[in-house]
């Protein structure tokens, strides 16, 4: 099975849309965790147009006690900042992006050419140094992660919003081929293989049927979508049951 990480972007895009503080990212990180979700995914944006830095803490002392059995995963791209911000939390995970300040969403992965392996390489390093499993965000290019175990990654988190849109326009097959080839290298590398990036219950199962060996998917926009129909709980417990996970 792979592991739900729920990414709580968008209920945080939400609550950003008032001065309530409501919905409560926090509280929905609870409802997560047990409703079948083993991890915790942010992405905060210098802009902040979602996750705040400030919601960061607040969301690590309330998994507190799950932790490190349920994970808490940041994403970012690696300056100064984000550093910062995994310094004061120490999460498990750390999942780098090579996004522009102001780009719209995570939508290509690392090249890692000479450019990106000088901001990547000293990055994990640090990331190392504060106890943190890094990974890669990569495009569905079985090149990609023989690069990125040579930059000193542990794992490689792929792309998938390119299959996810194949998959709506009903011809998945080339795009589904390009993410199980980097998956197998990734696997044949010795990285750990996340993936993620407009994950849902109709595409999920033929990924997972081809990579079975996936360690976790970190899903949020389509999740939140679902959960305004199903509710935020029932959502959580079907994309884990879709994983793998509990029973829906």
């Not at 998994?63 to 059995?69: F, I, L, S, V």
């Not at 498990?92 to 990106?116: C, I, K, M, N, Y």
């Amino acid at each position: 099975m792979a592991r739900l990480s729920v990414n709580l972007n968008k209920i945080a895009l939400l609550r950003n849309s008032r001065h309530t503080g409501v919905p409560d990212v926090v509280h929905f990180a609870r409802i997560a965790l047990a409703s079948g979700a083993r991890g915790i995914t942010v992405h905060p944006r210098p802009d902040e147009r979602h996750i705040r830095a400030s919601d960061v803490p607040a969301i690590a002392s309330a998994m507190a006690g799950q932790r490190p059995g349920m994970e808490f995963n940041i994403e970012g791209y690696p300056d100064p900042r984000l550093l910062a911000i995994v310094d004061a939390v120490r999460p498990e995970q750390v999942t780098l992006v090579p996004d522009a300040p102001d780009a719209f969403t995570s939508e290509r992965g690392w090249a890692l050419d000479a450019r990106e392996r000088a901001v990547a390489e000293p990055a994990i390093a640090a990331l190392h140094a504060l106890g943190a499993r890094v990974i890669l965000f990569i495009d569905p290019d079985p090149a990609a992660p023989g690069k990125a175990r040579a930059a000193g990654a542990d794992g490689v988190e792929i792309y998938t919003g390119s299959y996810a849109a194949a998959f709506r326009a009903g011809e998945p097959a080339a795009a589904l081929e390009a993410c199980v080839a980097a998956a197998a290298a990734g696997r044949d590398a010795g990285l750990v293989v996340n993936a993620g990036h407009d994950l849902n219950l109709r595409n999920i199962p033929p990924l997972l049927a081809r990579t079975e060996f996936l360690a976790e998917a970190s899903i949020g926009h389509e999740l939140t979508v679902d959960a305004l129909e199903m509710g935020f709980a029932a959502a959580v417990a079907a994309y884990a049951g879709a994983l793998g996970g509990a029973a829906a």
